[in-house]
């Protein structure tokens, strides 16, 4: 069955830290899609990234990077030199690669970042 | 373009009552998703079409719950005789193209927030 733990159910960070989202995935799929999405206080989801199992490479968006290690069914989100404004709930999310295109979600990770 | 539209944003129904939420995906989107988001916790699956075609709806927690998407554009998800444990934010997403093969992204509306009495 398929499974995402986000064991960190709320972060407090001051402006300019360094922070990391932990997410931990199970599937028995070979092939699998991993997705982060950000639920500001707006309430919207926001896409942030899609990762395929196949694509192990790390990737870096600006202040936003992932790092995606199979080895570990891990696939963590750090934010560098936090900002006010990326307080929000952020969500890891799982699919397989098989018939259905459903999301299997964490519970969230609440991120506030203080000024 | 537009995004996924949800509406009523809010809606406040009495125990027993028939609900109506509807959705309106992002024009050309095949995919359309509903989930069930409870308070403080993550969104979860309801069921889903490519088109017109409803591929799975193992999510449904009841028969009290019903979703159609006739023309392959808008859907309705229809909850009958609701009860409180029903409160929630239903949300809908939409994405580009269907298939085991693809994974594109899924673009989520802003959600129907429904309380139950």
């Known amino acids: 069955a398929q499974k995402v733990t986000q064991a960190q159910t709320e972060i407090s960070v001051v402006e300019k830290e360094d922070v990391t989202l932990d997410c931990v995935y199970e599937?028995?799929?070979?092939?699998?899609?991993l997705f982060w999405y950000k639920q500001p206080p707006s309430g919207e989801l926001v896409f942030l990234i899609r990762?395929?199992?196949?694509?192990?490479q790390n990737e870096i968006s600006g202040r936003y990077s992932w790092n995606f290690q199979k080895s570990t069914s891990s696939f963590n989100f750090t934010i560098t030199a936090s900002q006010v404004v990326d307080s929000a709930v952020y969500f890891c999310?799982?699919?397989?690669?098989?018939?259905?295109?459903?999301?299997?979600f964490g519970k969230g990770t609440k991120l506030t970042v203080n000024p | 373009g537009a995004g996924v539209s949800q509406s009523p944003r809010y809606k406040v129904a009495k125990r027993g009552q028939d609900v109506a939420l509807r959705c309106d995906p992002i024009?050309?989107?095949?995919?359309l998703f509903w989930y069930q988001q409870a308070l403080g916790q993550g969104p979860e699956f309801l069921t889903y079409?490519?088109?017109?075609?409803?591929?799975?709806k193992s999510g449904l927690p009841s028969d009290r719950f019903f979703a159609e998407r006739p023309e392959g554009s808008v859907s309705t998800l229809k909850i009958q005789r609701t009860q409180q444990e029903d409160s929630a934010v239903y949300l809908c997403?939409?994405?580009?193209?269907?298939?085991?093969?693809?994974?594109?992204?899924?673009?989520f509306g802003p959600g129907t927030r429904l309380t139950v009495l």
């Open positions: 599937t028995r799929d070979t092939t699998y899609y």
């Open positions: 024009s050309g989107h095949v995919s």
């Open positions: 079409f490519q088109n017109e075609a409803q591929l799975d």
């Open positions: 990762r395929n199992s196949f694509d192990e």
């Open positions: 999310a799982l699919r397989d690669g098989g018939g259905s295109e459903k999301l299997v």
């Open positions: 997403a939409s994405s580009f193209s269907a298939g085991p093969s693809s994974y594109n992204e899924q673009f």
